[in-house]
C-alpha cells in the first residue's frame, strides 16, 4: 500500500510540473542596426543612457548607420513644503532622434520620443535608496523610449530608398 501511494505522489509530481516555462530567456531584440551603428548623445551627461543605447545597438564593428540621440529633460517640483523641499517631482524626458545611412548618405528617420514619470524623494539630503531607486526609473524610461524608436525603425533600415534625403 506505501509503494503506491509514493508512485501516485511522484506520478502527481510530474504532472504538475510537466507546464513550466522558464521565464528568463534571452529575450535581446535582434535589430539591422545591432553592432553596426555609430552612436552619439547630446546634452546629456547621463551614463545610464549610453549605457542603454549601448545594449541595443552594441558596439560598433560596421559603420553602416548613425544615430544621434539629442537629449531634453523637464523637471517639474509638484509638491514643495514650506522649507522649499520637493515632496514630489515629475519628469519629461524627450529624445530626438536621427538616423543617417552611412553608405547611402541620407536620413532613415527623425523621431522624437517622450516619456513622463514621477519620483518621491524619501529625504532631503542624500539617500543611497532614493538615488538607486531614481537611477532605476531613469533606465526604465531610457528603455522604453530606446524601444518605441526601434519599432519605428524595423522596417525602414531594410527599405531601398531613405525617406528624408540630404
Not at 149 to 154: A, C, E, P
Request: charged letters at 25%; aromatic letters at 12%.
Amino acid at each position: 500500500m506505501k509503494i503506491k501511494n509514493y508512485y501516485f505522489v511522484i506520478i502527481l509530481f510530474l504532472f504538475s510540473c510537466s507546464q513550466i516555462e522558464f521565464v528568463l530567456q534571452d529575450s535581446e531584440t535582434l535589430t539591422a542596426l545591432k553592432n553596426k551603428t555609430t552612436l552619439k548623445v547630446l546634452n546629456s551627461s547621463s551614463p545610464i543612457l549610453k549605457e542603454q543605447l549601448v545594449f541595443f545597438f552594441g558596439e560598433n564593428t560596421d559603420p553602416e548607420f548613425h544615430l544621434t540621440a539629442d537629449f531634453s529633460e523637464i523637471k517639474t517640483n509638484r509638491f514643495v513644503k514650506k522649507n522649499q523641499v520637493a515632496t514630489k517631482i515629475d519628469y519629461e524626458i524627450k529624445i530626438k532622434y536621427k538616423l543617417v545611412n552611412n553608405i547611402k548618405n541620407c536620413t532613415i528617420l527623425e523621431a522624437i520620443e517622450g516619456s513622463r514619470f514621477s519620483f518621491i524623494p524619501k529625504s532631503s539630503g542624500y539617500n543611497f535608496g532614493s538615488d538607486r531607486s531614481l537611477d532605476e526609473l531613469y533606465k526604465e524610461v531610457f528603455k522604453n523610449n530606446i524601444e518605441s524608436f526601434l519599432d519605428k525603425t524595423q522596417n525602414r533600415t531594410n527599405a531601398e530608398a531613405c525617406s528624408i534625403e540630404n
